[in-house]
Structures are given as structure tokens and as C-alpha cells.
């Protein structure tokens, strides 16, 4: 079975002890390709060196919003060079966050909007995060509507009306470890319903570990649990949905121009 974790943060100190075995780990379970995700310019630069490392890990670069109100006037430029990196295959993470609101509203905005410009620019897909902010999140990209190399809502939690609009938009929807929750009726139904040329697994982790490790870090290897869970709504084999979220993840990611 091969499996395509297509969002983690793998560079984080919660790591540091066992980051070998823990893709070692990844390695044994199936995943051939893992995506590690930026939130700011040093983890950005973190993921960089970390897909020089291992052949397995790609990077993804960008302003997460909850740090959009500290970057500086020249992150545009520094994100643009670490873009041009061979193992940079995104932008991100990018979008709106609500919950927390750590940056004013408005300056997420800006942020978001100004990322997607440079996105379009360099004609990478982008990582969009949304939490609790669907409404200007669907404005914003119909202001501004994707680029030939498109994007995808990570961890996607809105509904299946929100789905559809995004679909149209030509994004994927990536799928994570809550969809494995007894209580996640919602995203059951999106899962079950996304056209599967256009969906994506990943963890998010070491966040928002599914079942049966709910609770504990989370790391790239419980992919497995998300696809399994999927594939059992969709009523197909495993096998068959992770190879067909790998597939998509290697297009969106345009990963063969790489390997």
C-alpha cells in the first residue's frame, strides 16, 4: 500500500528524540511521500533542510496566519527563494484562522492575499488553513481565484456546500485524522462524497492524532488510519483509495518532476 501524507510539521521539537525511527516508522507503514509544512519563515527554512535530508519529505513554505502580523516587509522575497528550491512544492500553510484570532483579522487577510498573489506568480499550488473563517476564506478566493497549479483546503472541516464550491474552484480537499472520530458525521459525509480524483490524506501532525491514538503526538505513519477509515465510508479497499490520493498528491505536487 502506498500512502501519501501530504500535510505534517515533522520538524518540530517534539521530534527531536526520535525523528529517525519515527520515519522509519513511516517508511514500514506504507508512506512514500510526506509533505512537511512551513507556518512561518524559520520553520519554513526548518522544512527545506529537513526535505534535503530525506528522500521521502517534500517542503512547503509560507506564512501560517496565525503569524501574520509579525513578518516583515521582505518576507515576500525571502519566501520567493525559498520557493525556488527543488524540493519546494507549495505554499504554505496559508489562510485565515478565527479561533484563536493571534493576528487582527485584517492583516490576516492582507497576508493570505498577498501569498496567494506570489503563488500564482511562481505557479506553485498553495496550502490553504481555514479554521472558523469559511465565509471570508470563500471570498477572498473567489476575489482572487486559484491559478492553473491550484491548491488544497488541509484538514478540511467545513461542509459539503463549502466542498462543492471549492471543487468547482478546481482545489482538493485533504482529509485528516478527526474523520476517524465516532462524532464526525459531517466529515464522514464530505469524505464519502469528494470526487476521488480530488482528494488527499494527511495528519497534520503532530496534531489531531485519529483512532485509536487520539490524544498522543501524531506522526506520519497513522496516515494508514485515516485512509482506512475513508475507504470504509466510500465502501472500496484501502489499497485502493491510498494509491489513489497518492496518485493525486503527486499531481498537485507535481512530485514526479522531482523523483
Not at 498553495?126 to 473567489?142: N, Q, T
Not at 471549492?166 to 464530505?190: D, F, Q, W
Request: with cysteine; proline share 5%; glycine share 8%.
Amino acid at each position: 500500500m502506498l500512502l501519501f501524507d501530504t500535510h505534517a510539521h515533522l520538524d518540530g521539537e517534539e521530534y527531536d528524540a526520535d525523528r529517525e525511527e519515527m520515519i522509519s516508522r513511516a517508511r514500514s507503514a506504507g508512506v512514500v511521500h510526506i509533505v512537511n509544512v512551513g507556518f512561518d519563515l524559520e520553520s519554513s527554512r526548518r522544512s527545506v533542510r529537513l526535505a534535503e535530508e530525506y528522500d521521502l519529505i517534500y517542503a512547503a513554505v509560507g506564512i501560517h496566519p496565525h503569524e501574520a502580523e509579525g513578518v516583515g516587509p521582505g518576507y515576500l522575497e525571502e519566501l520567493e527563494e525559498m520557493a525556488a528550491h527543488p524540493r519546494v512544492v507549495a505554499l504554505g500553510e496559508i489562510g485565515l484562522d478565527y479561533y484563536r484570532d493571534l493576528s487582527p483579522r485584517p492583516v490576516q487577510q492582507i497576508i493570505f492575499q498577498e501569498q496567494l498573489a506570489l503563488a500564482r506568480e511562481l505557479d506553485i499550488p498553495f496550502i490553504l488553513h481555514d479554521r472558523d473563517a469559511h465565509g471570508d476564506l470563500l471570498r477572498i478566493l473567489r476575489e482572487n481565484r486559484p491559478g492553473p497549479s491550484g491548491g488544497v483546503l488541509h484538514c478540511y472541516s467545513g461542509s459539503w456546500e463549502m466542498a462543492g464550491e471549492c471543487l468547482a474552484m478546481g482545489l482538493y480537499l485533504s482529509i485528516a485524522g478527526p474523520v476517524t472520530y465516532p462524532n464526525a458525521h459531517r466529515l464522514k459525509e464530505v469524505a464519502s462524497r469528494v470526487p476521488l480524483d480530488r482528494l488527499l490524506i494527511e495528519t497534520d501532525a503532530p496534531y489531531l492524532s485519529p483512532v485509536p491514538y487520539r490524544g498522543r503526538r501524531n506522526e506520519s505513519a497513522h496516515v494508514a488510519f485515516t485512509a482506512a477509515e475513508i475507504a470504509r465510508v466510500r465502501g472500496i479497499k484501502t489499497e485502493d483509495l491510498a494509491q489513489a490520493c497518492t496518485e493525486n498528491g503527486r499531481k498537485l505536487f507535481r512530485i514526479d518532476r522531482i523523483i
